[in-house]
């Protein structure tokens, strides 16, 4: 294995402008990663203050260590972040003031071929991002049936080729690695649009090992309950699919955009948007870091008890 990966963290100033409202206050960086944000949030913390950094990559955990060195301040714990209220400590449980969320993949976990992550590096079929994770990219590609992989790679890829993509993948099975996978759907999307398919494919794959979707809602509806009343999240998508959920979430409290209203007619709410329109990156971070394109930031604010 190679050494880890420098990670670039994306919308580092203003991420962290718009979480870091109380120096004094208790902080979650619910995706680690590199400790990048992490690390500007500490720079933003007097002595009273305290962040909690979660990751469920061990190498990702060491490389923040590393990065953020011994700090009082600093409590790393490993495990997923959709189980957020069974990893932070109860007595600080509902006085959190700020949560982060970045949902992107790591640099690391991408350039290293043996996780299985890229189509532009070879390697075995995992997707893992951790190896508590139950089932692998290779199961996902050789045992599921017709419908659950098409609906995979529609659903989660949203890729409209993928009723044939799903064919071949099954004419061509076994297939062992992400070499082959691509070859895969390059046999059936031809032309200059074949690698956007081959990387939505490998999008849809990675969501579904990963439960991505599953998770993203977890810990939505369990930052409600760990904020006090003023508490901010920050959450950063890199797909429709995500942002879709995080908008919906943010305006109402749900996951289906509705707000609820009680007898008189008064919103229920006990979340809503800080800001209106959804932040990006500028020209100037895309080009130091492509990978930071598709990036879109919402903040929200929880502005009552959850009853």
Known sequence: MTGYYE???????????????DPKGIYIDGTLGGGGHSKSILNRLDSEGHLYGIDQDPEALKAAGERIGNDERFTALEGNFGYLSTLIPKEHQGQITGILFDYGVSTHQIKEPERGFSFQHDGPLDMRMSAMSGVSAHSVVNEYDYKKLRDVIFHYGEERMSRQIAQEIINRRP????????????????????IKSVARVFQGIRIEVNREIEVLKLALQDSLN????????VAI???????????????????????????????????????????????????????????????????????
């Open 7 to 21: 990670h670039f963290p994306v919308l580092l100033n203003e991420s962290v402008d718009y979480l870091v409202t």
């Open 226 to 233: 760990l904020l006090k009343v003023g508490g901010r999240i």
């Open 237 to 307: 998508s890199y797909h429709s699919l995500e942002d879709r959920l995080v908008k919906y979430f943010f305006k109402s409290g749900n996951f289906e955009g509705k707000i609820e209203k009680d007898f008189y007619g008064k919103s229920l709410n006990t979340i809503e948007p800080v800001t209106k329109q959804i932040i990006t990156p500028g020209e100037k971070e895309i080009e130091t870091n492509p990978a930071a394109r598709s990036a879109k930031m919402r903040v929200a604010v929880k502005i009552s008890e959850v009853n």
């Open 175 to 194: 297939i062992e690695t992400t070499g082959e996978l691509r070859d895969a759907v390059e046999s059936v999307v031809k032309g200059r649009h074949s």
